[in-house]
């Protein structure tokens, strides 16, 4: 398999230094279909994003949040692209949001990137050479007891909003300590050893495709809330792995 690992980090570097060429600035934000934020800043580093995959791999597919694509999983190689994740964070000026690049191959995920630029972390995995953040080798934590652990969702509210509120207080009654360092960042914390759990009960595919193998290449393990090792579930858990299983007796049934 080729090694993917240097474009994926160059690309991720090159888009979150486009983000933070407008992050805490006076940004236009405008709003899609469903009410969310959008900003000159996601539109960009996608555009860029684009232009670099396709220059080097002419071939491949591409879907990305703002400007669509291929939405089937194929035989060909293709490129899931969130440009900017927690664009209600990056709007408000705070660091924590993210550029994701997630790589899929005949529907599996086989390497991703995770840049938080404003945080300086870069995080990147390739499936059977390992996790890397910022250059060097990337762990969950040995965490084995929920009541030792450090729980993350991004929005409290969304776990009764979408139908998975007695399943986050059965969680979140076990978690030693319990905080909303949201979006792709929860996930990056759990790769990297620095959190234990994290919970997402919504998400979008190309929210998770980078995650995914981030989280399983340090060590962790990634499923939705039935404990399937999937991006397409439109909701999402990590852990450190040893977690797992109490995660999942806790969290099924949701209600």
Not at 88 to 116: C, K, Q, T
Not at 127 to 155: F, I, M, Y
Not at 193 to 207: Q, S, Y
Request: glycine share 10%; net charge negative; with cysteine.
């Amino acid at each position: 398999m080729e090694d993917l690992i240097p474009f994926l980090t160059e690309i991720a570097k090159g888009a979150g230094d486009i983000t933070l060429k407008y992050f805490q600035s006076d940004l236009h934000v405008d709003r899609k279909a469903d009410e969310s934020p959008v900003t000159i800043a996601d539109r960009e580093a996608e555009e860029y994003l684009r232009r670099e995959i396709l220059r080097r791999f002419p071939d491949d597919e591409i879907l990305g949040e703002e400007f669509g694509g291929n939405t089937d999983a194929g035989k060909r190689r293709r490129w899931i692209l969130d440009p900017l994740d927690g664009t209600r964070s990056f709007v408000r000026g705070v660091p924590l949001y993210g550029v994701l690049i997630g790589v899929e191959s005949e529907g599996e995920i086989i390497a991703g990137a995770v840049n938080i630029p404003a945080l300086g972390d870069l995080v990147v995995a390739q499936r059977g050479c390992g996790c890397w953040w910022n250059g060097k080798p990337a762990h969950v934590s040995t965490t084995d007891r929920l009541e030792q652990s450090l729980l993350l969702t991004t929005d409290v509210a969304n776990n009764y909003r979408y139908g998975k509120g007695k399943a986050w207080e059965r969680l979140s009654a076990q978690a030693q300590m319990v905080r909303t360092w949201g979006d792709c960042y929860g996930h990056v914390l759990v790769a990297t050893g620095r959190a234990d759990v994290m919970v997402d009960p919504i998400v979008e595919i190309w929210d998770m495709a980078a995650v995914k193998i981030i989280v399983e290449e340090a060590g962790g393990r990634f499923t939705d809330y039935s404990g399937k090792a999937t991006i397409y579930s439109r909701c999402a858990i990590s852990t450190n792995g040893l977690l797992h299983e109490q995660v999942l007796q806790l969290v099924q049934p949701l209600e």
